[in-house]
Every structure is written in C-alpha cells, then in structure tokens.
C-alpha cells in the first residue's frame, strides 16, 4: 500500500506551509484594515470626511484572497474532517434505504425473472415474430402453423 508521504510531492507539503502561513496573515491584515475604517468612519464629528475609509475597500479583497489562501493550505485537513462527520450519517442512511426497500427490490426481481423465464419458455413465430407458449400449434397473432 502506499503511504499518504510517498503520494504528496515535496514541492506540495512547502507550499502547502506557505498557504497555511501567508493565508491567515492577509486575512488578518484584511479585517485590521477594515477595523481601522470602521471606527475611522464612526467617530467622525457632524461634518468630518473618513480618512481611512478607502481601507474597508482594500480589506475586502485581502480577505477574500486569504481565505481562498487558507482554504488551500487547510483544504485537506477540512476534507478529512468532513468526510469522518458524514462517513457514519452516510452509513446509517445507506442501510435504512436497503432495509426499507429489500421487500420492493426483491418483488422487481422476482418479477423480472419470471418475465425472463417466460420468454425463453416461448416458441417465436417464423412469419410474424410473436412469442407463443411452447405448446401451441398456431401463432396467436397471424394464425400460422408453429
């Protein structure tokens, strides 16, 4: 079998490192940056202009791309995550359906077998095709000799 280690480049786990530091670090910077216009903007006496507002407009984006950075970095670690919270939710729901339709997936086979047992016990009319019982004489549909 092979190893989680030996299936992840080196190249990946450095650069995974840099998104797991540079990710969190704009995002932070980002909501500093908003923070600072936030109270830039609402301490302002009656008829004051916002020196720092514009950093709300830059904030945005800083933390958007570092949460887009981040979620490079910790995307694996989320996914195993997730994946351990729904495997056993999965499990029960896999099971309950199977329980709950055994009777109804059983009556389709049952029905689909029969149906297959019938066809391979016809005799087919040479003329018309039609499927006859095995021991007719006539075909059912243009009344030929079997």
């Known amino acids: ?43 302002l006496d009656m008829f004051e202009e916002p020196k720092y507002f514009w950093m709300f407009f830059v904030g945005i984006p800083l933390v958007a791309i570092g949460s887009f950075l981040s979620s490079l970095g910790y995307g694996a670690d989320i996914a195993r995550y997730r994946t351990r919270e729904m495997a056993p939710v999965v499990k029960d729901t896999f099971n309950y359906l199977a329980n709950e339709t055994k009777e109804g997936v059983e009556a389709i086979a049952d029905a689909v077998q029969k149906g297959k047992s019938k066809v391979i016990e016809a005799k087919e009319c040479s003329y018309c095709h039609e499927l006859n019982k095995m021991d007719a004489k006539f075909c059912n549909e243009c009344g030929r000799k079997l």
Not at 13 to 18: E, T
Not at 32 to 42: E, L, P, T
């Open 1 to 43: 079998m092979m190893k989680r280690k030996d299936f992840i480049p080196e190249e990946h786990v450095k650069l995974r490192g840099v998104f797991r530091k540079t990710g969190p670090l704009v995002v932070g910077i980002g909501v500093i940056m908003m923070i600072i216009a936030f109270v830039d903007f609402f301490t």
